[in-house]
Nanobody, 124 residues
Framework: QVQLVESGGGLVQAGGSLRLSCAGS????????MGWFRQHPGKEREFVAA????????GYAGTVKGRFTISRDNAKKMVYLQMNSLKPEDTAVYFC?????????????????WGQGTQVTVSS
């Protein structure tokens, strides 16, 4: 079983930066592909970024590519999402998730474990 807890959300002005953190715990947590998703009110949860455990490959949604960076520290069982050049459209609840596949996956159904979410609000 894996438990995930996000932190680092908050209010930031457009153009600013924010770093989200996800703390993992549980057996073999470092062997999971880790992903970040976000959800706007009344919308479906959407893929943001993912990083594989096997070779460190990363993948990003087109809307955030070049602005967001996902990284992980397997020894600390942590995953991060550095968000730069934030836009009001980035406002959402951000979720950390873990997948047993070990490669880049973008579907919510591919992830077995989820954090509680952290609110990110970007003002104009």
């Amino acid at each position: 079983q894996v438990q995930l807890v996000e932190s680092g959300g908050g209010l930031v002005q457009a153009g600013g930066s924010l770093r989200l953190s996800c703390a993992g715990s549980g057996r073999t947590v470092s062997s999971y592909t880790m992903g970040w998703f976000r959800q706007h009110p009344g919308k479906e949860r959407e893929f943001v970024a993912a990083i594989s455990w096997s070779d460190g490959r990363t993948g990003y949604a087109g809307t955030v590519k070049g602005r967001f960076t996902i990284s992980r520290d397997n020894a600390k069982k942590m995953v991060y999402l550095q968000m730069n050049s934030l836009k009001p459209e980035d406002t959402a609840v951000y979720f950390c998730a873990a997948s047993v596949r070990g490669d880049i996956v973008v579907l919510t159904t591919s992830y077995s474990y989820w954090g509680q979410g952290t609110q990110v609000t970007v003002s104009s």
